[in-house]
Nanobody
Framework: QVQLVESGGGLVQAGGSLRLSCAAS????????MGWFRQAPGKEREFVAAINWSGGITYIAVSVKGRFTISRDNAKNTVYLQMNSLKPEDTAVYYCAATPKGDTYIYNKPLGYDSWGQGTQVTVSS
C-alpha cells in the first residue's frame, strides 16, 4: 500500500478557489490510479474526481464538472485537485485515495481504492 497525506484545505468564500494536494510515499506512485472523494456531515462518501496512473485519463463528477480539475505529477509523487468557483455545497472533508493499476478500475466508488489519506477540511462560506 501507499501512504497518502492531503493538504491545502481551508476556509474560502463562495466563488473562491483552493488547490488540494495529496503526497504519496513510495517509489511506485506512477503505477497507481488516484481518486478524490468528499464526505459532508451525515452524508456518504462521494466521488469527486479520478486520474489514471499515467495521467492520460481523467474522470470528473457531474456535480463539479467545469469547476474542478484533477492532475498529477509523477515526478513529485503528488496528485492535485484544483477547485474553482466553489459553492457552499462543496463543503466537506476531502479524501485522497489510491489503487494499483490493473485490468479493472472502479474509479467512482470507495471500494475501488485500497489506500486512503486522513482527509482535509474544505469549508465554503456563503
Amino acid at each position: 500500500q501507499v501512504q497518502l497525506v492531503e493538504s491545502g484545505g481551508g476556509l474560502v468564500q463562495a466563488g473562491g478557489s483552493l488547490r488540494l494536494s495529496c503526497a504519496a510515499s513510495g517509489r511506485t506512485f506512477s503505477s497507481y490510479n488516484m481518486g478524490w472523494f468528499r464526505q459532508a456531515p451525515g452524508k456518504e462518501r462521494e466521488f469527486v474526481a479520478a486520474i489514471n496512473w499515467s495521467g492520460g485519463i481523467t474522470y470528473i463528477a457531474v456535480s463539479v464538472k467545469g469547476r474542478f480539475t484533477i492532475s498529477r505529477d509523477n515526478a513529485k509523487n503528488t496528485v492535485y485537485l484544483q477547485m474553482n468557483s466553489l459553492k457552499p455545497e462543496d463543503t466537506a472533508v476531502y479524501y485522497c485515495a489510491a489503487t494499483p493499476k490493473g485490468d479493472t478500475y472502479i474509479y467512482n466508488k470507495p471500494l475501488g481504492y485500497d489506500s486512503w489519506g486522513q482527509g482535509t477540511q474544505v469549508t465554503v462560506s456563503s
